[in-house]
């Protein structure tokens, strides 16, 4: 139906950054809201940011001011710029996206995740 594929992830020093991209792509009809999560060992999955279609944006408290999140409607592509990376910004950081697909049967899609370690 819908494939979610990440890249971008790895290791970062404190204070270095990386881009996240995550291109969404099958019976695609539309796309409405697509984010990040991320889930660190022992703890809940929670939201990073997300962007909904008209370009409205929502960040984390944890990460207002250092990422910035950004899609590419025609290529179906979300992206997350993460600057000034903490170590506690590790974690498994997985693409959602909420897809209407060609049937009209509207679905939220994940990502296979992608690992993000900032340590020195």
């Known amino acids: 139906q819908v494939q979610l594929v990440e890249s971008g992830g790895g290791l970062v020093q404190p204070g270095g950054s990386l881009r996240l991209s995550c291109a969404a792509s099958?019976?695609?009809?539309?796309?409405?809201?697509m984010g990040w999560y991320r889930q660190a060992p022992g703890k809940k999955r929670e939201l990073v940011a997300s962007?909904?279609?008209?370009?409205?944006?929502n960040y984390a408290d944890s990460v207002k001011g250092r990422f910035t999140i950004s899609r590419d409607n025609a290529k179906n592509t979300v992206y997350l710029q993460m600057n000034s990376l903490k170590p506690e910004d590790t974690a498994v950081y997985y693409c959602?996206?909420?897809?209407?697909?060609?049937?009209?049967?509207?679905?939220?899609?994940w990502g296979q995740g992608t690992q993000v370690t900032v340590s020195s």
């Open positions: 099958g019976s695609i009809f539309s796309i409405s809201t």
């Open positions: 959602n996206a909420d897809v209407t697909l060609q049937s009209r049967f509207r679905n939220a899609f």
């Open positions: 962007t909904a279609g008209g370009g409205t944006t």
